[in-house]
């Protein structure tokens, strides 16, 4: 299992659809968020792995990342979710929950190109993602 820190960005723009993200640098989160929202990460010796669960009518729903492991040139990313109860008293206002995560680079296996696969509840891959080292 590696080691991962959990990151809280406020400028971070909503998603309406799920995105599953993972940044090596701070050009590719401008590119994606639309501006430098990254700023104080340190992206030369980590990677920031980002999972948005898009809009959500209600509160009461979130997306976690529970766990990152590498194998060779694999990367899993387990995520978990969870949504409000039949009955739940929950807030009447749309939300777009999202949970961001680093991890060292140096923790990975190997440099080169790597698959960071996002697996939800039940083993489904949620998403695949190539990235180069």
Not at 32 to 37: E, I, K, T
Not at 51 to 63: D, E, P, Q
Not at 94 to 123: A, C, E, H, N, W
């Amino acid at each position: 299992m590696i080691h991962m820190q959990r990151v809280t960005l406020h400028d971070v723009p909503p998603f309406d659809l799920p995105a599953y993200l993972v940044f090596t640098s701070s050009r590719e989160m401008a590119a994606v968020y639309g501006r430098d929202v990254g700023s104080k990460l340190d992206l030369e010796e980590n990677i920031l792995v980002a999972a948005h669960r898009g809009l959500c009518r209600t509160g009461g729903y979130t997306i976690r990342i529970e766990s990152v492991q590498a194998a060779e040139r694999e990367v899993i990313v387990r995520l978990s979710l969870t949504d409000p109860r039949p009955g739940d008293f929950v807030t009447m206002v749309m939300t777009y929950p999202r949970d961001m995560v680093l991890i060292q680079k140096s923790t990975l296996p190997s440099r080169g190109d790597l698959i960071f696969k996002f697996v939800g509840p039940g083993g489904i891959v949620m998403a695949q993602k190539r990235v180069s080292l």
